[in-house]
């Protein structure tokens, strides 16, 4: 079982449509991480959150929006998507962001597909 | 800036003969590298971090890598495969950014068991 939970499994969502991805840690990690994976592609990263604030963004479009409400939970807000943004998205955490000895631990990601 | 090459996209082996997956680096300071496995329709699990303390390093499920600086290569051996073996795996390397534990992933390797 993993220890990051991702809800939900799977998503369809319209262009116009808006919906939020959600994720949980409860391993007392102080950074989580947003990535996107495309088929038979290795992981891209999007976004990173330290402390519960915003410290990476990979240049990632406005149509995606990221939210830390506390140290346990990270949402991604999607609205106005492509059908090229369709994807695994994963999100992860570790203990620390700075520290070169913490792994992420991943989630197990939601399929996210736009129609 | 620092990244991971992996060569081959695809290994086939037999159950029960080795396997060596090939990883190698490029950095300008010291790297801290890492081996993921994925599965289907799943997020990815850490199998083993280099992070200086020892050249070889042993991981999960009998997986093993071996740090050589002169080569620059972090290659991931397995003395005898598994059915369960089957998946995914990437390389990955961390590159300090700010506050951000930024991992960058190799291309990765898919391999495939044949009974």
């Known amino acids: 079982d993993t220890e990051v939970t991702q809800t939900p499994k799977h998503l369809v969502m319209g262009m116009t449509n808006k919906k939020s991805l959600k994720c949980e840690q409860h391993?007392?990690?102080?950074?989580m991480y947003w990535y996107k994976q495309k088929a038979k592609k290795p992981p891209e990263l999007m976004f990173v959150?330290?402390?519960?604030?915003?410290?990476i963004n990979e240049s990632v479009p406005s149509r995606f929006s990221p939210e830390c409400p506390n140290s346990s939970l990270l949402n991604l807000h999607l609205h106005a998507l492509q059908p090229e943004d369709s994807a695994l998205y994963l999100c992860?955490?570790?203990?620390?962001?700075?520290?070169?000895?913490?792994?992420?631990?991943f989630g197990n990601g939601t399929r996210l597909t736009v129609t | 800036a620092q990244s991971v090459t992996q060569l081959g996209s695809h290994v086939s082996v037999s159950e029960g003969a080795l396997v060596l997956l090939r990883c190698n680096y490029s950095s300008s300071v010291p790297p801290y590298l890492f081996w993921y496995v994925q599965y289907p329709n799943q997020g990815l699990q850490l199998l083993l971090k280099y992070t200086s303390a020892a050249t070889l390093v042993k991981g999960i499920n009998g997986f093993e890598a071996e740090f050589k600086k002169s080569e620059t290569s972090f290659h991931l051996t397995k003395p005898s495969a598994h059915m369960s073996d089957a998946a995914e795996y990437f390389c990955?390397?961390?590159?300090?950014?700010?506050?951000?534990?930024?991992?960058?992933f190799g291309g990765g390797t898919r391999v495939l068991v044949k009974p």
């Open positions: 992860a955490s570790s203990q620390e962001s700075g520290g070169y000895n913490s792994p992420l631990h």
């Open positions: 990955a390397v961390t590159a300090f950014k700010a506050a951000g534990n930024k991992l960058t």
């Open positions: 391993m007392g990690h102080r950074a």
């Open positions: 959150y330290s402390y519960e604030k915003l410290s």
